[in-house]
């Protein structure tokens, strides 16, 4: 009795194996089966991802007749379901051609409108602060429309009237004196017109080089706010953290950093805005060298005897400034130029004049020296880098003797010492850990640190010099000429430009009103070289209470400008623009007399008026500069009105475009069709080469519109506006075969689950 239930029970575990086997091999079969199965669903689901796109390529291609392709650039909404409006492009065209120290330069901007839309295009550029804009054409075709000069009010009106009524239209105007704006209208569906602008413009020539710099770029300006200023706590003394001690400051700022100009391209979309570049030199003299400073350039000569200069790449991105120099031979340099012009009965002449050679060994005058350095987030990258070694190079030609001070400005404008201090080895480290701590970010408050550096007079028996180290990227440049000139007093202001496109405007007027001088330092391996050069200007007595005179008959008809003669430093010439009404040149007699002192020493340099080198453009310059000493009187609290009055007189007699003044093209044949919408547009700029998005507005929403997303995607944009969004959409394709990947995956592991359950029953239980 005891076996048979042992007996039943080997009978029944037999039975259990042999069923197990029997279905171990029908669930393999069965696997076998399905995987074959979704292997071919999944080859199946490839090939229907691979060819879905050619069997569906005719709809796409239907639908891209309706609605633009958009991959990036600038996009408004459209009132149109499912359409978007694509910005016009722009690219330009630039021919210099320098005679002696005169350029004439023409600038052709292309703007090709890519959408179905009939477009209003705007482009924002720059142009030298000296250049006498005096023409603009516009080309649709085969015809050419003049622009007209106007009052810029009436220049408006005229072009949106035109705009209005359908016609083509263009329009340029001055927003700063080297920043301008172009607006094209009614630029049809697949059209370019083409806008032609044309300047003269005197060349730079000091240390014994000449230098021709045409800007490409606007970089982005800072508006003010409330700034705050403190002083640094001296390099491992353990001081506590600075307070705020500048008069007004109320607490931590809290500025808006906004671009005055529009949009501005991201770092992610590359570069747009292409420039081809061509210059042809005639220099009246042998050249001992030729250098372009950040542009690849390929240079031939002539039979003319001429030198033509190209880009060796064809077209660049307008993302910094082309500087080009050329250095006479030594016998050929020049130490006076005297060019003329003559328009009606008047005779315009300009002259340059270079003392050197004169003052000898003298004793080196004690300085009080301020150095200004911008750590702004404009100056993020290279320009900061720049601008450390500079400070450093400066910090080196301090001398026992020398007093020295470095304030440091952003959001907060900090000073090393509250102070000058002596120059000494104690000092001198402390202010080459400060250097090497700097570091950029944040706003440009340039204005309190202004007022630091001024707020103290020289003392006698010192030179007190200011040395201001910046970009310039601020849009409130009136009030800080109007702080420079109030508070100047015996100082003198030097100012450097760092980066890839500085605000030259700012440089140069700063300067000027400073009574100092400008050097401009793009690229870090000129640092060294810049800095020496300003330095032994900067330690050698100057030129100083220069005056200029006429001597001869026509004296009393003569106009000069600049009225107020600068400084003058070794190297560096004084460019003088005249007026000699109802004189013509075949009449002028007498002789330019230049006067001034060196270390207490009388110096005098005489120029006959005869042999006079026939330039045409004098007279554009010397317009150029009037409108230039007129408007001077806006920092320098002369009535507004009166300032407007004379400005835009000089204008439109010289046909010159100015703050006050716009040259308007209008073409008469209506071109939009009634019932078609004009949308307006900006062309977004480039950032600067090395400029960081991110250091400049913050944060990358805050960067300015950057890419454009199908039309459900965006939001509400008025002018200029655009959705900036990354793009992170994923294909259909890779979608179904992950999918389907997936899935195989997900059925294999449930079959082999499976197939473990059948192989140990037990463990179920």
Request: cysteine-free; overall charge negative; hydrophobic content about 40%.
């Amino acid at each position: 009795m005891r076996n048979r239930p042992a007996r039943r029970e080997s009978r029944q575990d037999t039975f259990s194996i042999s069923d197990a086997a029997r279905l171990a091999a029908m669930g393999r079969r069965a696997i076998a089966v399905v995987l074959a199965s979704l292997l071919v669903a999944l080859a199946g689901i490839s090939l229907f991802a691979l060819v879905a796109p050619e069997l569906v390529a005719p709809a796409k291609a239907q639908t891209r007749q309706q609605t633009p392709e958009i991959v990036s650039g600038l996009f408004f909404r459209s009132e149109v379901a499912g359409k978007v409006f694509e910005a016009p492009l722009v690219g330009s065209e630039v021919d210099i051609t320098v005679n002696g120290e005169i350029a004439r330069v023409s600038v052709v901007q292309h703007f090709h409108n890519p959408s179905d839309a009939w477009m209003e295009g705007a482009y924002v550029f720059p142009l030298p602060e000296d250049s006498a804009v005096d023409r603009l054409t516009m080309t649709i075709g085969a015809r050419q429309i003049d622009g007209v000069i106007m009052e810029r009010e009436e220049a408006r009106r005229v072009y949106e009237e035109a705009a209005a009524e359908g016609k083509r239209a263009s329009l340029l105007s001055s927003e700063r004196a080297n920043v301008f704006t172009t607006s094209v209208a009614n630029v049809g569906p697949g059209e370019t017109v083409s806008v032609k602008i044309e300047y003269q413009e005197s060349l730079s020539y000091k240390d014994g080089r000449y230098s021709l710099r045409f800007p490409m770029v606007v970089a982005p300006r800072y508006s003010p706010g409330e700034a705050v200023t403190v002083k640094a706590p001296a390099p491992g003394d353990g001081a506590p953290r600075p307070q705020p001690i500048s008069e007004g400051a109320t607490g931590q700022p809290e500025p808006k950093a906004r671009d005055l100009f529009g949009p501005v391209r991201g770092a992610d979309e590359g570069t747009a805005n292409p420039v081809k570049l061509r210059v042809e030199i005639d220099a009246g003299r042998p050249l001992a060298k030729l250098e372009s400073l950040y542009h690849d350039v390929t240079v031939e000569q002539e039979s003319s005897g001429r030198t033509r200069v190209v880009l060796s790449d064809g077209d660049v991105p307008a993302d910094r400034d082309f500087v080009l120099e050329w250095q006479p031979e030594v016998e050929a340099a020049p130490e006076a130029a005297l060019f003329a012009e003559q328009v009606g009965d008047n005779s315009y002449l300009r002259l340059s004049l270079l003392p050197q050679g004169d003052s000898g060994e003298v004793a080196r005058p004690q300085r009080d020296l301020i150095f200004i350095v911008d750590t702004s987030g404009s100056m993020y990258g290279p320009s900061m880098d720049q601008a450390r070694d500079a400070l450093l190079t400066a910090l080196g030609r301090l001398q026992p003797g020398d007093r020295f001070e470095i304030i440091r400005f952003s959001d907060r404008t900090q000073t090393l010492f509250g102070g000058v201090r002596p120059f000494t080895a104690e000092t001198q480290r402390q202010a080459r850990q400060f250097i090497l701590g700097l570091d950029a970010e944040g706003g440009t408050e340039m204005l309190p640190a202004l007022a630091a550096a001024l707020k103290q007079q020289a003392e006698p028996g010192r030179l007190r010099q200011i040395v201001f180290l910046t970009d310039g990227a601020v849009s409130n440049e009136q009030d800080l000429f109007t702080v420079i000139h109030d508070r100047l007093g015996g100082s003198r202001l030097f100012t450097i430009g760092i980066g890839a496109a500085p605000n030259s405007h700012f440089m140069t007027k700063a300067a000027a009103i400073g009574r100092g001088s400008f050097t401009y330092i793009g690229d870090p391996g000129e640092v060294s070289a810049r800095m020496q050069e300003l330095f032994r200007k900067l330690e050698r007595p100057a030129l100083t209470g220069v005056e200029l005179t006429w001597e001869g008959p026509a004296a009393k008809r003569v106009e000069l400008v600049p009225a107020l003669m600068p400084d003058l430093y070794a190297g560096d010439p004084v460019a003088i623009a005249a007026r000699v009404s109802g004189i013509p040149l075949n009449k002028l007699r007498g002789a330019v007399v230049l006067r001034g002192e060196i270390a207490g020493q009388p110096w005098e340099r005489r120029l006959e008026l005869k042999d006079l080198e026939p330039a045409p453009g004098i007279a554009a310059i010397w317009g150029r500069a009037q409108l230039d000493e007129i408007e001077n009187g806006l920092y320098m609290s002369r009535d507004p009105k009166v300032v407007r009055d004379l400005s835009v007189a000089t204008a439109l007699e010289f046909r010159l475009v100015s703050r006050y003044t716009s040259l308007v093209a209008v073409d008469e044949e209506v071109a939009r069709p009634e019932g078609e919408e004009l949308i307006s547009s900006e062309v977004p700029r480039n950032l600067p080469e090395g400029w960081s998005p991110a250091a400049v507005f913050g944060s990358p929403e805050a960067a300015m519109p950057l890419r454009a997303l199908p039309s459900p995607l965006l939001q509400q944009a008025g002018l200029a506006d655009s959705v900036s969004l990354p793009q992170t959409a994923t294909p259909a394709q890779l979608k179904a075969l992950i999918g389907g990947f997936l899935l195989l995956l997900a059925l294999a592991l449930l079959l082999i689950a499976r197939r473990a359950n059948l192989r140990h029953p037990g463990d179920a239980a």
